[in-house]
Nanobody
């Protein structure tokens, strides 16, 4: 069982930066893939970025590639999402998730544990 707590969300102006954190406790965070998803009202939950257990593999949504960076510190059981040059369309609830495997996965169903989410609002 892995418990996940996201933090770092908030209100930011377009073009600004924000850093989300995901603190994990219990379970096998260090040997599992991790990802950030987001969901806007009326929309499906979508992958933002994913990283393998070692950090050696990553994947990004096309809409955030070059602006967002996923990272992890296994010694601290924490994952991060650095968001740069944010846009109003990045507004959503952002969720951290830990996978049942150790690789990079894009599908929601591959993730077993989820945080409660943190709201990110980008003003124009």
């Amino acid at each position: 069982q892995v418990q996940l707590v996201e933090s770092g969300g908030g209100l930011v102006q377009a073009g600004g930066s924000l850093r989300l954190s995901c603190a994990a406790s219990g379970g096998t965070f260090r040997s599992s893939g991790v990802a950030w998803f987001r969901q806007s009202p009326g929309q499906d939950r979508e992958l933002v970025a994913a990283m393998s257990w070692s950090g050696g593999g990553t994947a990004y949504a096309r809409s955030v590639e070059g602006r967002f960076t996923i990272s992890r510190d296994n010694a601290k059981n924490t994952a991060y999402l650095q968001m740069n040059r944010v846009k109003p369309e990045d507004t959503a609830i952002y969720y951290c998730a830990v996978g049942s495997g150790n690789g990079v996965d894009a599908a929601v169903v591959q993730y077993e544990y989820w945080g409660q989410g943190t709201q990110v609002t980008v003003s124009s």
